[in-house]
């Protein structure tokens, strides 16, 4: 009598349907957390509205939908993406939008409303049948000095995000036949990315641009953040604040920016030397934010902030991470807060008083530009003396010669070296 092994011997491996195409090399886990936000991943082509060119794809998260809209009995339903699906312009009222699904449909959109300090957009479509949502998750990114010791409750609205966790990227491309899923994941990083958008955090998830704009999930497929590219790096946007910047983008149409004039980074994140002399003068503090750079004249410059200061609570409530710092501070705008602080070679918290500037358009985080530059650069070319508008930044593109372009900015020549290599 033959045994189950032999039986199995005998298998004809080529009756055995090959996996769909974004199955393919990846691990179980990964595919079932792609599959739960899979239908709410989609794709985003604009075109110029003059010419009808395609000038960027990008991938885009539906985040809301609302009942059927209006006499012509469809949804409204609203993506959350990228600034980027129309930066080569002045404004989005010149490109058409195109909007393709899951399931091969594709619909007419309209940017709604964006940032640009935040490289965020919305962009609005009626789709016939009501479509999946995606599921947010706001980020806790604190991390205890002493784990043994910390018993703090992550609240059940919040996903705590260590260094070294899982995370899973996710874009959707659309060709003649197809509106294929890619799938990448990899590790949430502790390094910061370089950038000038101190809000950003980073994965070593490996894409391309068409993940620009789109969702970063966690193994349940909950989306936690906004995919952007830069020079092979995975930057991205915490849910926390893009979702903050939708609510005030569809209450008020603009964003408030709060400018305090200091780089800070998790406690945790600090150098190790920081840290063994945070540790040894102060046992107690485990968590908060440590001041890495002031800027002269600033408003913590004139709070007499100083870099190392360790930020621990903010108008008497406990700051546990960056991003609850950035919570704390979001309408601040012209008004004043107590921020105490723990400072080497002082017994006890200072207690010190800032007032939170409004970021001006000039300001603006300014590296979107220079990620434009190699996704022209990348794409199929771009034209000859184009200007256009970034980051509340006039650029215009006078003169191209690999590897290099010479960009005007405001009243100001600028040559952007592009050293990094470009893929086909």
Known sequence: MTNKREKLEYINVDIIPPPPPFLKKRDDDTNLAALKVSLSVVCLAAYDRGSGEKCFACTGTIVECEGAAG?????????????SLFHSYRDPSQITVEVHLSDGSSY????????????????????????????????????SLQPDNDHTMVEANFFNLCPGDKVIALARVQDQYHHKLLVSSGDFSIYCCGLDCQELLMTTCEISTP????PLINWDGEVIGINFFWKGQTPFL????????????????????????????NLYAADVVTLEEIVQLFPLVCKGVIVEEVT????????????????????????????????????????????????A???????LVILADDLLPDSYNSFWCFQLANLLVWGEGFRMTNTFVLGGHFLEI???????????????????????SFPS
């Open 71 to 83: 006499d012509d009995g469809k949804f409204e339903a609203t993506i959350l993406t990228s600034a």
């Open 108 to 143: 007419e959109g309209e940017v709604s409303a964006f940032d640009l300090h935040y490289n965020i957009a919305t962009v609005k479509f009626k789709p016939d049948k009501l479509p999946q949502k995606a599921r947010l998750k706001w980020i806790d990114d604190s991390m």
């Open 211 to 214: 993940f620009i704009g789109g």
């Open 238 to 265: 915490p849910i926390n604040i893009a979702f903050r910047c939708l609510d005030y983008l569809n209450k008020k149409r603009s964003v408030p920016h709060p400018w305090l004039g200091m780089e800070f980074t």
């Open 296 to 343: 002269e004249e600033s408003p913590a410059d004139r709070a007499e902030i100083q870099p190392n200061d360790v930020i621990i609570k903010c108008d008497r409530e406990v700051v546990s991470c960056s991003l609850k710092f950035f919570g704390m501070i979001w309408d601040k705008v012209g008004k004043s807060m107590e921020l105490e602080v723990m400072r």
């Open 345 to 351: 070679g002082v017994c006890g918290p200072l207690k």
């Open 398 to 420: 006078m003169e191209a010669g690999f590897p290099a372009l010479l960009i005007k900015c405001r009243h100001a020549y600028v040559v952007l070296h592009l050293l990094c």
